[in-house]
């Protein structure tokens, strides 16, 4: 069914690649999105995508490593539709580097984007699920936060710790709210675009990670979306503190 008539969500990173394939997905479910990102063209544009495609949604900013822009966020959410009913952590960027070669600069900007955001996040939408004591949280972490993927470091362990934060959340809130997590493989965005062109041969590079996985290709934003779409929804009620797979069979192996 995966009906969300009446239902208001927010897109973190809503403005590009996944989120924004989400953002779109739940529009069309039926639901009321507020998109969220650092750039408002970006979540104008989503919007604007939605608008055309009959559904209802607003753009908003703010750097969610920020808590005054946050919760000024979440605010606005309250006082447009009076209710948050999904949250979808899906704001993150990128680092490369080992434990050396990675500075502190980057390593604390990852986490707290990553992770930090998430958090941020996460407290102002559960203050407001809990008013009507019913809401979902769904974490877009990572295929690298389930195994240690090389020249990463602080990637993989911002994700591993999403992955933490799910399930510690979905402890703390059970029975009324529900926390999920999807972990995508690596995804035709341009997150992975960007982190491509960085190298010396970004044709090898490319098919050396769709060849890593089992359905030797990359994913696509709308089949992250799916999966997000699915754990929010009242057809999988039962279910909290999961963590979903969506890699082209990655960590399968």
């Not at 650092?38 to 604007?48: G, M, R, W, Y």
């Not at 608008?51 to 005054?68: F, N, P, R, Y």
């Not at 955001?117 to 009507?132: D, I, Q, T, Y």
């Amino acid at each position: 069914m995966l009906g969300f008539e009446h239902k208001i969500a927010a897109i973190t990173g809503g403005g590009l690649g996944i989120g924004r394939a989400t953002a779109k997905a739940f529009a069309m479910a039926g639901a009321k999105v507020a998109v969220l990102d650092i750039s408002l063209t970006d979540a104008e544009e989503t919007v604007k995508q939605i608008a055309k495609d009959g559904g209802e949604a607003i753009a908003l900013t703010a750097d969610v490593s920020q808590e005054t822009q946050v919760n000024k966020i979440f605010q606005d959410i309250e006082l447009t539709w009076g209710r948050l009913d999904v949250l979808v952590n899906n704001a993150g960027i990128y680092r490369q580097g080992d434990v050396i070669s990675t500075s502190l600069d980057d390593w604390n900007m990852v986490m707290a984007v990553n992770l930090t955001g998430a958090f941020l996040c996460s407290r102002e939408a559960v203050r407001l699920m809990l008013k009507n004591n019913s809401g979902v949280i769904i974490n877009v972490a990572s295929e690298a936060g389930l195994v240690g993927i090389k020249g990463q470091t602080a990637y993989n362990v911002s994700k591993s710790a999403l992955i933490g934060l799910t399930r510690s959340m979905a402890v703390d809130h059970a029975p009324n709210l529900r926390v999920n997590c999807v972990c995508p493989g690596t995804t035709e965005t341009l997150l992975v675009e960007k982190a491509l062109s960085k190298s010396s041969d970004p044709l090898t590079l490319r098919r050396e990670l769709e060849s890593s996985r089992p359905m030797e290709r990359l994913g696509k934003p709308e089949e992250i979306a799916s999966a997000i779409l699915f754990l929010a929804s009242d057809d999988i009620k039962y279910c909290t503190g999961a963590v979903l797979s969506v890699d082209g069979g990655y960590t399968s192996k």
